[in-house]
């Protein structure tokens, strides 16, 4: 990827956001996503990703910073026509039929009638709403807003589609159908900008993540990049618990430096090392690595449990960036404030 200009759907630097009443939701946000990507912004709630997709669609303005999308200042009104926007919460008059929305969508794009009733019909399709497009969108679920919403941003045929929580009450059928048209939009030659708080759905489907959290992005890139340095070994034994480290750390090569608690230690070939109950974990990729404490731990007469080599997945990612290192604890979710409350981090496992 190179750095020109052109290169970037979207690219902005420094952009902060204060609302009024002093909420500062954006505080310096820079982003870059490529031309052609599915580029997926996560964060907890609050963390102004809605903000900063409002921005660059104009619909706010920003406090400070700059920034382009698709090559253009924001706000470049010829740019805003090729950009489709499936906004948060958004609603459509329940008594339209799905076909009755588009075409309406369509005719305010400025399109003729057969240009508008023909797009209409090849999105309902691609949204497989087709048998429902007679159907007032008051009756309609969640989900099927949501496909509504997906074939309303594509009317003008974007290059660039920014979707902000797409999957939001969406069955899984429904987020699958969704990646999939995420996907497509690529194929087409298209860039998609996600917004989500679903991290699994941001990890099947995106070429490259932003973590935000309050009103900055802590982290972007490919999830290789950002996982980089953190793949590992770990090695499970059954031993009982009150036992387990000394197994283990007799089990390390001749020189390597000893671990303490829950705190870090080195192998004399220079990977970390780390003791959690019966779990040896170790800072390397290679088979080779662990070998000799297999070895040691068989010498010893020590039963494994397990071995398995660990990548952390996005939520894990996601926890270290919402985690204060000093204190182990989460950081509040929202934009930062005056006030320094925090909480216990929440549970692994669960959508953040
Ligand atoms: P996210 O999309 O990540 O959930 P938002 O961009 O919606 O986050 O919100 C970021 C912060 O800005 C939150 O603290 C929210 O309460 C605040 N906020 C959002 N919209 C407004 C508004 N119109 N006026 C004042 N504060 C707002």
Same mark, same amino acid.
């Given at each position: =990827?190179?750095?020109?200009?052109t290169e970037w759907a979207i690219d902005v630097q420094n952009v902060k956001k204060t609302y009024r009443g002093g909420t500062k939701a954006l505080r310096g946000v820079d982003?870059?996503?490529?031309?052609?990507?599915?580029?997926?912004?996560?964060?907890?709630?609050?963390?102004?990703?809605?903000?900063?997709?409002?921005?660059?669609?104009?619909?706010?303005?920003?406090?400070?910073?700059?920034?382009?999308?698709?090559?253009?200042?924001?706000?470049?009104?010829?740019?805003? *026509?090729?950009?489709?926007? #499936?906004?948060?919460?958004?609603?459509?008059?329940?008594?339209?039929?799905?076909?009755?929305?588009?075409?309406?969508?369509?005719?305010?794009?400025?399109?003729?009638?057969?240009?508008?009733?023909?797009?209409?019909?090849?999105?309902?399709?691609?949204?497989?709403?087709?048998?429902?497009?007679?159907?007032?969108?008051?009756?309609?679920?969640?989900?099927?807003?949501?496909?509504?919403?997906?074939?309303?941003?594509?009317?003008?045929?974007?290059?660039?589609? =920014?979707?902000?929580?797409?999957?939001?009450?969406?069955?899984?059928?429904?987020?699958?159908?969704?990646?999939?048209? /995420?996907?497509? =939009?690529?194929?087409?030659?298209?860039?998609?900008?996600?917004?989500?708080?679903?991290?699994?759905? &941001?990890?099947?489907? /995106?070429?490259?993540?932003?973590?935000?959290? @309050?009103?900055?992005?802590?982290?972007?890139?490919?999830?290789?990049? &950002?996982?980089?340095?953190?793949? *590992?070994?770990?090695?499970?034994?059954?031993?009982?618990?009150?036992?387990?480290?000394?197994?283990?750390?007799?089990? &390390?090569?001749?020189?390597?430096?000893?671990?303490?608690?829950?705190?870090?230690?080195?192998?004399?070939?220079?990977?970390?090392?780390?003791?959690?109950?019966?779990?040896?974990?170790?800072?390397?990729?290679?088979?080779?690595?662990?070998?000799?404490?297999?070895?040691?731990?068989?010498?010893?007469?020590? #039963?494994?449990?397990?071995?398995?080599?660990?990548?952390?997945?996005?939520?894990?990612?996601?926890? @270290?960036?919402?985690?204060?290192?000093?204190?182990?604890?989460?950081? =509040?979710?929202?934009?930062?404030?005056?006030?320094?409350?925090?909480?216990?981090?929440?549970?692994?496992?669960?959508?953040?």
């Open positions: =990827m190179s750095d020109t200009p982003l870059r996503v490529a031309k052609g990507e599915v580029f997926g912004l996560l964060g907890p709630n609050g963390s102004g990703k809605s903000t900063l997709v409002k921005i660059m669609m104009t619909v706010i303005r920003r406090s400070a910073g700059k920034g382009s999308v698709l090559g253009e200042p924001i706000a470049h009104k010829p740019t805003l *026509r090729k950009i489709g926007y #499936l906004p948060e919460h958004h609603r459509f008059p329940g008594y339209l039929k799905g076909k009755q929305v588009l075409e309406y969508v369509g005719g305010l794009q400025g399109m003729d009638r057969t240009t508008k009733k023909k797009r209409a019909a090849e999105l309902l399709d691609a949204v497989k709403m087709t048998d429902w497009a007679k159907t007032p969108v008051k009756r309609y679920s969640k989900g099927m807003r949501q496909r509504l919403g997906i074939a309303q941003a594509l009317i003008n045929d974007p290059d660039l589609v =920014m979707l902000d929580e797409p999957t939001d009450g969406v069955d899984p059928v429904g987020r699958r159908d969704i990646r999939d048209l /995420c996907k497509r =939009m690529v194929d087409e030659g298209r860039t998609v900008f996600l917004n989500s708080h679903l991290l699994s759905e &941001l990890e099947m489907v /995106c070429s490259r993540v932003a973590i935000m959290v @309050q009103g900055e992005v802590r982290s972007q890139g490919t999830i290789n990049e &950002l996982v980089q340095g953190q793949e *590992r070994y770990e090695i499970v034994i059954a031993a009982d618990p009150a036992r387990a480290a000394e197994f283990l750390l007799s089990a &390390l090569p001749p020189g390597a430096e000893r671990p303490e608690g829950a705190g870090r230690g080195t192998l004399p070939s220079g990977e970390w090392v780390e003791i959690s109950g019966t779990t040896l974990k170790i800072g390397s990729t290679q088979p080779e690595t662990i070998a000799p404490v297999l070895d040691n731990l068989r010498r010893g007469g020590v #039963l494994i449990h397990t071995v398995r080599p660990m990548r952390p997945s996005l939520e894990d990612l996601f926890m @270290q960036a919402v985690t204060d290192p000093t204190t182990g604890e989460a950081l =509040m979710p929202g934009a930062a404030g005056k006030k320094k409350k925090r909480t216990k981090a929440p549970r692994a496992g669960g959508d953040a």
